[in-house]
């Protein structure tokens, strides 16, 4: 069960919408469990397929977390076209078993689905997202 | 001389849970092929079979980015953080 606060969960569908055409994508932090933080971040391949945080971007909220205490909760991006399950590119390159990863898909323009998983080795666990 | 080496969560099974470890090299190459030696296995990520940089993995030499300094062959030494992180990356489509 991933637990998402409402506003966090308002604000991935309206920067996915923003993004569009391109996915974005960005992190949550959180704080002994409980999210605290959504962090913005560029999509370094501005693509409508792909996405890549930029590296030095990626190092300071990683060090911000740090700082603050803060731990990795989820990473969550956007599918424009298709279902909110991770591709096989989302399966290769999943390399934080300790996040969730929330996926946004914006296929229904009108009724964006956000979904959640774990991924371990290539290997997909869906997770209950509940908003609230 | 030693340098300080950060080490993200993936690769902490590798060496012992530690969120740090020091290695010795005057290059990133030699300081990753240190820890190789004591940590088997801990590199596979980073360094691809042909002894390059993984592309989607950042190495960073006192918070820049190595791929934009001399990659493995960035000069590192005494006092020096070189910081691992995974790439955050994935998509849709085909990467």
């Not at chain 1, 409980?34 to 693509?47: E, G, H, Y």
């Not at chain 1, 934080?96 to 009108?110: K, M």
């Not at chain 2, 296995?41 to 918070?63: A, K, Q, S």
């Not at chain 2, 960035?74 to 006092?79: A, I, L, Q």
Request: one cysteine or more; hydrophobic letters at 35%.
């Amino acid at each position: 069960m991933i637990e998402l606060p409402r506003s966090f969960a308002d604000e991935i569908v309206e920067h996915a919408r923003q993004e569009r055409p391109n996915e974005a994508c960005g992190l949550i932090a959180a704080k002994e469990g409980v999210p605290v933080r959504l962090i913005r971040m560029r999509n370094a391949d501005q693509s409508p397929v792909t996405f890549r945080l930029d590296p030095k971007e990626q190092l300071r909220a990683f060090d911000e977390m740090d700082e603050q205490g803060w731990d990795l909760f989820a990473i969550y991006h956007s599918h424009t076209q298709t279902d909110a399950y991770p591709s096989p590119t989302d399966r290769r390159l999943a390399f934080y078993p300790e996040a969730a990863y929330l996926i946004v898909s914006l296929a229904d323009p009108d009724g964006p689905v956000i979904r959640g998983f774990r991924i371990l080795d290539h290997e997909v666990t869906e997770e209950d997202v509940r908003v609230g | 001389m030693p340098v300080r080496i950060k080490v993200p969560t993936l690769l902490r099974g590798h060496v012992g849970g530690q969120a740090q470890v020091e290695a010795e090299g005057g290059t990133l190459r030699e300081l990753l092929a240190d820890l190789e030696s004591r940590y088997p296995g801990v590199t596979e990520r980073i360094v691809t079979p042909e002894g390059g940089l993984h592309r989607f993995v950042n190495v960073y030499v006192n918070d820049e980015d190595a791929r934009y300094l001399g990659a493995l062959e960035t000069e590192v030494g005494d006092g020096d953080t070189v910081a691992i992180l995974p790439a955050v990356a994935g998509g849709s489509g085909s990467s």
